[in-house]
């Protein structure tokens, strides 16, 4: 019994690139077309106004006169973008490109190399490049495709055990069942969207579960495709020539081998991750026993063999839906990303980076101790004096003649300032008085020698106390004087250890200053850092699959229409933006502003003229979002080491928490699938193809999407059938094929004769082909008005009797979707079956 109502879905696409025959190139470029490709090249050949100057004479003497205009041509286009640097000249310009053969090329590369031979080799291999590329068609196609599963029952699996019993012996069978996985596979085991494990959603039996994770897998490791939408995995096909039907038989065979390898994989993985153990325990005495006791009561042996239960799934891949694509490969696809992540590796290695103090404590001196001091933002002590001058004075008391006679001493005491020695240059002057007629004296105990007393005046000199410091003494003897004083001189000059323990001192205060500014600096660093990395990865999965597809849409648009062309803005938009944005801040900051001459602050001082550009700009904001499918994009990540070597050095082992994201930051390339939305196929292509979106120029792809529009309007009929897997049109054998081939032409030719009689045949006697008949030789079967559509036309298959299955399955021209493939899986189950004495060649 097939369970359709427990039917799994898996949305996959297959993706179908046109390689051009030599002839139909030839064709190709013999029209108008290419305008974005043709400008791009002649801005990477980079012509300079010397350039332009002695290409024209060179043109002027050359014998190439019957290709001069289109080469003249190409000359003043060059001109005009070396002579403009206005954003947005590029959007202008590549119109007047169009109709500008390649073969001009040639010739401006052939006059180039007299006029400048160094630029004209960059410019053959920008020409080589340019003809690689010219070989594959840039409009391409995608068939929306699904794979429906549902089980339709279950079948005895191989031999799991066996169990060999004597006569009346008993024995207690224990079961144990689990699923075991690797971690690799649990790793890919993770929901496409909200990035948790499935293991708590489903069972990993489950064969469509199993099939999408082995999808993601598979992705991981290889270069799969990533998808902004809800597919889990894209077939790429590539056809020589532009002959629809070859390309859709080769897709359709080369989706269905890949669709049906992915799920007998996954198919496989389950049933060996399925694991069976069954333990016998022997009966012995024992009273209380788990599991299960089988008694043998026979009289003879037997053998109790056990299999496994399988669940058999039907798969069938069908077609839904036609897509046409633009194909491009842009490098660094996560640039504004990628450079927040290294911001990010930046300042955690600043935050890394220890204290940098340039001085050492020598470099401090007299003269930049108090600039140092205002560059840290400290203050520090003022440098010691580097002499000091001081006078100590003593005297003697009055004495009589009688005591003078005898011989006395004096001293004076002083301290030496810390840090300081006395000088050399001590001297000692004692004025006095004496009794006449006497033998007097005053002389200063190991000082210099004293001069001779004159005048009552004794000068010493006091060397003994240079260099010493501290608690210092001068001792002095005298006789016969009455009375004096005495003076002494001193000089301390400032020791070295002194100085240097100035100089360390404000050294140590200089860096705690720096250190204090370091970590103040640090904490700031590591503020950033946190906000930063927050922003970068504490965002969930779909925040993160947004982001990527933003930045492709912006940098694809870029890369097709050129570095000028304006993506985010014009000039006058940005203007008008950053005034509105400025308004705001005033009006929140001084609610006040808003009066009754400016009832609404946000548009105060927007020229009319910025206000009409920038809803000019909209209705092309419109249309890029409107012609393409944005949430089904597709495209395909390269390594890392595409494009830059220094760069890709930096990403080789970068690691995201988003395995996802991981790849779209590491990839150095990356080549874009854009799905154009059904109805917009002729004007994307216009405005890729002439530079414009008016329907003025023309292109030999225009004709390619009208085959593509035309197609996807035949054979996916717009409004859904209320079962799809009933109403889908059975396309799996060639008879069938063959039939719908037929039915397409049938269609062509009623849309034909409504075209030219503005109405529909009321038989398809009135064609002018006559009745179309199926592979069978059976005339199909036409119904005016339709059921869902204006006409119903029906091929009744092989018994030509309504419904069926097989070759006898109805074909529809109103089906919603074709099935082209169909096979069968079959995966393991927790159920067991049992049978007694199975023949042996029955065993498997």
Do not use: C
């Not at 008085?433 to 000082?447: P, Q």
């Not at 950053?578 to 006040?592: I, K, T």
Request: cysteine-free.
């Amino acid at each position: 019994m097939d369970l359709t109502n427990s039917k799994r879905l898996l949305f996959t696409g297959s993706y179908v690139l046109t390689k051009f025959t030599p002839e139909e190139q030839q064709k190709a470029e013999a029209e108008s077309g290419g305008a974005f490709v043709k400008l791009n090249l002649l801005r990477a050949i980079g012509l300079t106004s010397d350039d332009l100057e002695r290409l024209e004479q060179a043109l002027s003497e050359s014998r190439v006169a019957h290709q001069s205009s289109a080469l003249k041509e190409l000359l003043t286009t060059a001109r005009r973008l070396a002579a403009s640097d206005r954003p947005g000249e590029g959007l202008d310009t590549a119109p007047l490109l169009a109709s500008v053969p390649y073969a001009a090329f040639d010739l401006l590369t052939s006059l180039l190399e007299r006029a400048n031979p160094g630029k004209a080799s960059s410019a053959r291999r920008l020409l080589r490049l340019n003809s690689m590329r010219r070989t594959i068609s840039p409009i391409g196609r995608i068939h929306l495709e699904r794979i429906e599963m549902y089980p339709v029952g279950v079948q005895r699996g191989e031999l799991v055990f066996t169990v060999p019993m004597a006569p009346g012996e008993s024995v207690t069978i224990a079961h144990k069942e689990w699923s075991a996985s690797s971690r690799e596979f649990e790793d890919v085991v993770q929901d496409y969207f909200e990035s948790y494990s499935e293991r708590g959603v489903a069972e990993t039996v489950d064969a469509s579960i199993s099939s999408e994770n082995e999808a993601k897998r598979t992705n991981g490791l290889t270069f799969g495709s990533s998808l902004s939408g809800s597919y889990v995995g894209v077939t790429l096909t590539t056809t020589l020539g532009i002959t629809r039907t070859g390309e859709e038989r080769e897709s359709v065979k080369r989706s269905a081998q890949e669709k049906r390898e992915l799920t007998e994989k996954a198919s496989a993985r389950t049933r060996k991750e399925h694991k069976v153990s069954v333990k016998i325990v022997t009966e012995s005495g024992v009273e209380e026993q788990s599991g299960k006791t089988i008694t043998n009561p026979a009289a003879t042996p037997i053998r109790i063999d056990y299999y496994r239960m399988m669940r058999k799934w039907r798969t069938d891949l069908f077609r839904y839906g036609l897509r046409q694509t633009y194909d491009i490969a842009i490098p660094a696809p996560g640039v504004r990303l990628w450079a927040l992540h290294q911001q990010l590796a930046g300042i955690e290695q600043e935050i890394r980076k220890p204290l940098q103090f340039p001085l050492e404590p020598k470099d401090i001196n007299w003269t930049n101790y108090d600039q140092e001091a205002r560059k840290w933002g400290t203050s520090v002590p003022a440098p010691p004096a580097e002499s000091i001058e001081e006078m100590k004075h003593g005297r003697i008391d009055w004495l009589d003649r009688k005591d003078a006679v005898r011989t006395r001493f004096g001293q004076i005491e002083f301290d030496v300032p810390a840090g300081y020695v006395v000088a050399s240059n001590a001297t000692l002057q004692a004025d006095f008085a004496h009794w006449a007629d006497t033998n007097y004296f005053l002389r200063v105990i190991r000082g210099g020698p004293d001069t001779d007393p004159d005048d009552d005046v004794v000068r010493s000199n006091l060397a003994f106390l240079a260099g010493r410091y501290g608690h210092l003494t001068v001792v002095y003897s005298y006789a016969n004087i009455s009375m004096g004083s005495i003076e002494i001189r001193l000089k301390y000059t400032l020791t070295q250890e002194a100085r240097r323990q100035w100089q360390q001192t404000v050294w140590q205060q200089l860096r705690a200053a720096a250190e204090a500014r370091h970590l103040e600096r640090v904490a700031v660093l590591q503020e950033q850092r946190d906000t930063l990395w927050r922003l970068l990865h504490a965002k969930d999965t779909l925040t993160l699959r947004r982001l990527e597809r933003e930045e492709i849409l912006r940098l694809v648009m870029q890369w097709l229409l050129g570095p000028d062309f304006p993506v985010a803005s014009e000039g006058a938009v940005e203007d008008l933006v950053s005034r509105l944005l400025q308004n705001e801040v005033d009006f929140q900051r001084n609610p006040g502003l808003s009066d009754a001459a400016r009832p609404n602050p946000t548009f105060a001082g927007v020229r009319e003229q910025h206000w009409e550009q920038a809803v000019l700009f909209g209705e092309l904001v419109k249309f890029i979002h409107q012609a393409v499918e944005w949430e089904n994009l597709i495209y395909f990540l390269y390594p890392y080491f595409w494009g830059s070597e220094t760069v890709g050095r930096g990403k080789m082992l970068f690691e995201h928490p988003d395995p996802e994201h991981e790849r779209f930051l590491r990839a150095g390339y990356t080549r874009v699938v854009l799905p154009v939305r059904p109805g917009f196929e002729e004007e994307f292509t216009e405005l890729l193809e002439t530079g414009a979106l008016s329907r003025l120029g023309s292109s030999p792809y225009v004709s390619i999407a009208q085959e593509i529009a035309n197609f996807a309007r035949t054979n996916y009929a717009g409004v859904p059938p209320a079962n799809p897997e009933e109403h889908a049109r059975p396309l799996v054998f060639p008879e069938q094929r063959a039939t719908w081939d037929t039915m397409q032409q049938a269609m062509i030719d009623i849309e034909t004769f409504k075209s030219t009689n503005g109405r529909y045949p009321t038989a398809l006697s009135e064609l002018d082909s006559g009745i179309p008949v199926d592979a069978w030789g059976n005339p199909l079967v036409y119904t005016l008005p339709g059921l869902g559509a204006d006409y119903d036309l029906v091929s009744l298959g092989a018994d030509n009797a309504e419904g069926g299955t097989g070759l006898n399955a109805d074909i529809s021209s109103a089906a919603g979707a074709s099935l082209v493939a169909t096979w069968f899986e079959y995966t393991p189950t927790s159920a067991l079956d049992i049978h007694v004495d199975t023949p042996l060649t029955d065993l498997a």
